[in-house]
Antibody, heavy 117, light 107 residues
């Protein structure tokens, strides 16, 4: 069955780099796109960026050049890296599956990351 | 970027009542509107896409409508499990912006 699972640190120091892995099963990264969405505590959802099935990427300009998304198709993994972390980057980070003009139909359970000084 | 303005921010209702949540896009999104439900501590769950298409397994008391820039989600005969947060999303183009959310609470 389709599954996505995010793994990453609980705590990241201020100004450091966040690395999160989304490991997927039940579908191929060369067929489906994977997106990253985050949610600060008690707040709404924010689209961060996408890894397209063809290997290209797209980013929310709000993250300027801080954000990088990559993948390893052989391991069915998509990676998020974001540098220069600030306290307002404290959030739950989700990965989600997407295909063509369809919606984000499957989501991981998310990983809660706290940025600490 | 397409902005999604969702209202109300919060809503209190009773079991059995009907409620409507609206979402206004800053430009025409040609029906590419998605609704998600999110319960505390959980990931969002897809409810409706293409503005009106109910995802498999979602009860028929949920319905979506709208076109161009104006969309709405209606929940008929509220059930206890419907009290949650709801988000609309621009499904047309990146950035796939979300509305700010509506928290549906029990009155």
């Amino acid at each position: 069955q389709v599954q996505l699972k995010e793994t990453g640190p609980d705590l990241v120091q201020l100004t450091q780099t966040l690395s999160i892995t989304c490991t997927v099963s039940g579908f191929s990264l060369t067929t489906y796109n994977v997106h990253w969405v985050r949610q600060p505590p008690g707040k709404g959802l924010e689209w961060m960026g996408a890894m397209w099935n063809g290997g290209g990427t797209d980013y929310n300009s709000a993250f300027k050049s801080r954000l990088s998304i990559s993948r390893d198709t052989s391991k069915s993994q998509v990676f998020l890296k974001m540098n220069s972390l600030q306290t307002d980057d404290t959030a739950k980070y989700f990965c989600a599956r997407h295909y063509d003009n369809n919606p984000f139909d499957y989501w991981g359970q998310g990983v809660m990351v706290t940025v600490s000084s | 970027d397409i902005q999604m303005t969702q209202s109300p921010t919060s809503l209190a209702a009773s079991v059995g009542e009907s409620v409507t949540i609206t979402c206004l896009a800053s430009e025409d999104i040609y029906g590419s509107l998605v609704w998600y439900q999110q319960k505390p501590g959980k990931s969002p769950q897809l409810l409706i896409y293409g503005a009106t298409i109910l995802e498999d397994g979602i009860p028929s008391r949920f319905s979506g409508s709208g076109s161009d820039t104006q969309y709405s989600l209606k929940i008929n005969s509220l059930q206890p499990e419907d009290f949650a947060s709801y988000y609309c999303q621009n499904g047309l183009s990146t950035p796939y912006t979300f509305g700010a959310g509506t928290k549906l609470e029990l009155k």
